[in-house]
């Protein structure tokens, strides 16, 4: 089957309402562009993300069911608990952003991940001006865990996460959603539905129901602080 989707403008940041997302495959959107500054968080503040291979050509889009996870909702097992009590691990954020993307790639291999040499220096872009941000989990100086993504106001778009240990993005996302939570973030949004986010409380939302929300605490400034240097000996 050939799809046609019109290009997204070289000089326009803007992209095609939501709602003119293809139902196949779900949620592209849009085509083509680049992945400046400018035009990312012009993405992410429309409900749109990035998502393409190596040979791909850029590709926007905003499928019909969100998962999303509200801070209170994370649902951390007796078993978490339990590991989370015994563990002697640092979380911080924002102290090792390019390592936290690079090895969110690295992990994947380069036949499945999305996070391209592209995609990497243009989220590190963001990072430097404040709108992207990472959670670390540190055994000892050895990084073995984290998060990345990007704030839109009182919203967060998590983008990937890695574990090279037992339990470690968990417990990234866990203490993230309590520290996103007091400095008054209401919305993670972790994209695509899978058994692991419901496992961990995330639940399905419409297109309709996302986007609403985002619109609502986009422009919400959040409590200032939210991403400190460092949280040492965290315990849940």
Not at 134 to 155: K, T
Not at 156 to 165: A, L, N, V
């Amino acid at each position: 089957m050939t799809l046609f989707l019109p290009p997204l403008a070289q000089n326009d940041v803007g992209f095609p309402p939501v709602n003119e997302a293809l139902s196949h495959p779900d949620g592209l959107l849009a085509i083509g562009g680049d992945l400046s500054p400018a035009r990312l968080m012009s993405a992410y503040r429309s409900g749109i993300f990035p998502w393409f291979g190596e040979d791909d050509p850029l590709l926007w889009w905003s499928p019909s069911e969100r998962a999303i996870l509200q801070p209170s909702d994370f649902h951390a097992s007796r078993s978490l608990r339990k590991a989370a009590k015994k563990s002697a691990h640092t979380i911080t954020f924002n102290r090792a952003f390019e390592t936290v993307i690079a090895t969110c790639a690295t992990i994947r291999g380069p036949e499945q991940t999305w996070i391209t040499d592209e995609m990497q220096a243009a989220y590190c872009q963001l990072h430097q001006q404040g709108d992207a941000h990472s959670v670390e989990v540190w055994d000892g100086a050895h990084l073995v865990g984290g998060l990345y993504g990007v704030s839109v106001g009182r919203v967060f778009c998590g983008e990937s996460m890695f574990s090279h240990t037992t339990n470690a993005s968990k417990f990234a996302l866990w203490q993230f959603s309590q520290f996103f939570a007091q400095r008054g973030g209401h919305y993670i949004d972790c994209q695509m539905m899978t058994p692991h986010l419901a496992s961990l409380g995330a639940k399905p939302w419409t297109r309709d129901a996302f986007i609403a929300a985002l619109h609502a605490h986009r422009d919400d400034p959040i409590i200032q602080g939210c991403q400190p240097q460092q949280i040492a000996d965290w315990r849940p």
